[in-house]
Each structure stands twice: as structure tokens, then as C-alpha cells.
Nanobody, 121 residues
């Protein structure tokens, strides 16, 4: 099994910054990709940013130029640097990993518990 633990959420004013972290642990054979999703009240969960083990990134149009995703493969950790935050960024942010556990040879999706990000003045 793979466990994902997010940290770094909180309350920030518009224009401010936050840095989210997600550490994966467990019987990990490999992680193909990690990413961040978010879900605001009354809305569906959406992809914010993703990164492959090779470093290829993709972002939602709404966060391009403001958010940066990065990872430390040796630590199985992914980060999301969020700058120029807007009220519409308010949501629960979830870490996701596409991983293969040591007892299996196919990938599965794993999710963290979520961390609240609130952007408000």
C-alpha cells in the first residue's frame, strides 16, 4: 500500500503564497507520476498540476504562471508552490500518485487526505 500525506495548507490573503508538500510512503516499487487536484465546495475535483518521474509537467490553464509543481524522486515527495493566490483558488487540495507497489506490477492511483487552502481577505 501507498500512503500520501499532504501539508502546508492554510489561510492566506489574495496575492499571497503557500507551498504544499506531499510525501509518499509504503511498499512502493515505483511512482510514475504525482500531482495535485483540488475541489471547491459545489464543484468537481479538477487537476491543478502534475509531474512525471522524468520531470514533465502540466498545469491547469487557471494556474499557469502562478503555480509550480516539483518533486524529489529520492524522497517520493511532490511540492506545489502557489503564488499570486486568488479567492477562486480556495479549495481542498489533494495529492495523487500513480504508483506500483512491491507486490503488484500494475499501477494504481493513491490519494492523500487533502489539505485546505483558503484565500481570503
Amino acid at each position: 500500500q501507498v500512503q500520501l500525506v499532504e501539508s502546508g495548507g492554510g489561510l492566506v490573503q489574495p496575492g499571497g503564497s503557500l507551498r504544499l508538500s506531499c510525501a509518499a510512503s509504503g511498499s512502493i516499487f515505483s511512482i510514475y507520476a504525482m500531482g495535485w487536484y483540488r475541489q471547491a465546495p459545489g464543484k468537481q475535483r479538477e487537476l491543478v498540476a502534475g509531474i512525471t518521474s522524468g520531470g514533465t509537467t502540466n498545469y491547469a490553464d487557471s494556474v499557469k504562471g502562478r503555480f509550480t509543481i516539483s518533486r524529489d524522486n529520492a524522497k517520493n515527495t511532490v511540492y506545489l508552490q502557489m503564488n499570486s493566490l486568488k479567492p477562486e483558488d480556495t479549495a481542498v487540495y489533494y495529492c495523487n500518485a500513480e504508483a506500483v507497489v512491491t507486490t503488484l506490477k500494475e499501477g494504481h492511483d493513491y490519494w492523500g487526505q487533502g489539505t485546505q487552502v483558503t484565500v481570503s481577505s
